[in-house]
Structures are given as C-alpha cells and as structure tokens.
T-cell receptor, first 111, second 113 residues
Framework: DAKTTQPPSMDCAEGRAANLPCNHS???????VYWYRQIHSQGPQYIIH???NNETNEMASLIITEDRKSSTLILPHATLRDTAVYYC????????????FGPGTRLSVLP | DAGVIQSPRHEVTEMGQEVTLRCKPI?????LFWYRQTMMRGLELLIY????????DSGMPEDRFSAKMPNASFSTLKIQPSEPRDSAVYFC???????????FGQGTRLTVV
C-alpha cells in the first residue's frame, strides 16, 4: 500500500508556481521522498528525491518539513507541458527496492 | 543512452493467445521492474529483479503470468493464456546501484479481445 496521501487534483495558472503537497506521516528514518510525474500515455518520469534537506534541480524544488511528515513539490514557473499526474512515493533509499505508486495528484496547468 | 526500451509499443491479441512483452534496461542497471497500469487500479508492481534474480513476484496476478531475466540486458513478461482483463499498459523500469531513482520505458499497450 502507498504510504502517502495527495490531493486528487489541482489547477495552476501558466507561469505561476505550482505547489503540490504530500503527507507521509508514517515515514521511517531511512525512507526517502521521491517525486515522479506521468504525462498522458508516457512512462513515469523521475523528478526529484530527498531525505530531510530541501533539494533543488533543474526541474523542481522539494521542501520537506522538519518532522518529515509532509513535503511539497514546487514547480517554479509552470507551463502547459507540466500538466500531468504527479506521484509522491516514500521508499528506502537503497537500490533495488521497489516503488509503490498511489493515485497521485492530477495537475492541470491552465493558460 | 536510449533509455529503457520496450517492445512492442502496441499489441492486440485474441483471448487465449500467448503474449510476450520485452524490455531492454539501461546498460549498467542492476534492477529491473515490471509494472501494469489500468484506469481502475493505477500503477501496480508485478515483479522486480536484482542482478537478474527475481526478488519479489507477489504482484504477479496468477500463474498465467511469468517473467524472466536471462541476462542483464533483457527481460520478458509472458502471459499465457491471455484474457481480456489483462488489457493494460505494461511498463518496464530499471535502476542502478549508483543512483536510486528508476527510469521507465514508454510502455506496451496490450489489448486482448
């Protein structure tokens, strides 16, 4: 079973920041938070992951609360191409461990 | 690198026929995952391999499904006999010891009529 809770859908205006929340209140000390997205008909695409520090890459920023029970994925300037289903996953950070996907958040970026 | 390569991209078959889906992971990756996606159940893990050895096949629906990884560069998922309820998109993913994220292929859309 997925260990995360996400809103089923969100809207965001093009050019604005998209902030996608995720609750993971039962996260263990050795579990990382991963974010993936799936654009229609394509395979899931890795976005970012983190343990307890905030992370940033060319795609997004990940903000993890101090108690690690929740996190927020931030797309700083959303475009129409960011319309997708976004999945938040908690997982032990060892290679070879599987990823359990929940229903995710369907983000619609509106013109 | 071309990424994870799956074939065929689309497959239409008749109920009762054998179906084989193929996956070529990214070179150097040691873990391989097979997922199935439907509207009703979302993305479900079927099986995953580490170093060509099946680690967890608890997601395989029933004996009609089987998966093999004869070497580090190739895996198959076979359904025999196929049924209409097997219609779904099947994804393969791989990951390496040096990075913990998994990379997905473009999927195979299977339709069983």
């Amino acid at each position: 079973d997925a260990k995360t809770t996400q809103p089923p859908s969100m809207d965001c205006a093009e050019g604005r920041a998209a902030n996608l929340p995720c609750n993971h209140s039962t996260i263990s000390g050795n579990e990382y938070v991963y974010w993936y997205r799936q654009i229609h008909s394509q395979g899931p695409q890795y976005i970012i992951h983190g343990l307890k520090n905030n992370e940033t890459n060319e795609m997004a920023s990940l903000i993890i609360t101090e108690d690690r029970k929740s996190s927020t994925l931030i797309l700083p300037h959303a475009t129409l191409r960011d319309t997708a289903v976004y999945y938040c996953i908690v997982r032990v950070g060892n290679y070879g461990q599987n990823f359990v996907f929940g229903p995710g958040t369907r983000l619609s970026v509106l013109p | 690198d071309a990424g994870v390569i799956q074939s065929p991209r689309h497959e239409v078959t008749e109920m009762g026929q054998e179906v084989t889906l193929r996956c070529k992971p990214i070179s150097g990756h040691n873990s391989l995952f097979w997922y199935r996606q439907t509207m009703m159940r979302g993305l479900e893990l079927l099986i995953y391999f580490n170093n060509n050895v099946p680690i967890d096949d608890s997601g395989m629906p029933e004996d009609r499904f089987s998966a093999k990884m004869p070497n580090a560069s190739f895996s198959t998922l076979k359904i025999q006999p196929s049924e209409p309820r097997d219609s779904a998109v099947y994804f393969c993913a791989s990951s390496s010891p040096s990075s913990t994220e998994a990379f997905f292929g473009q999927g195979t859309r299977l339709t069983v009529v």
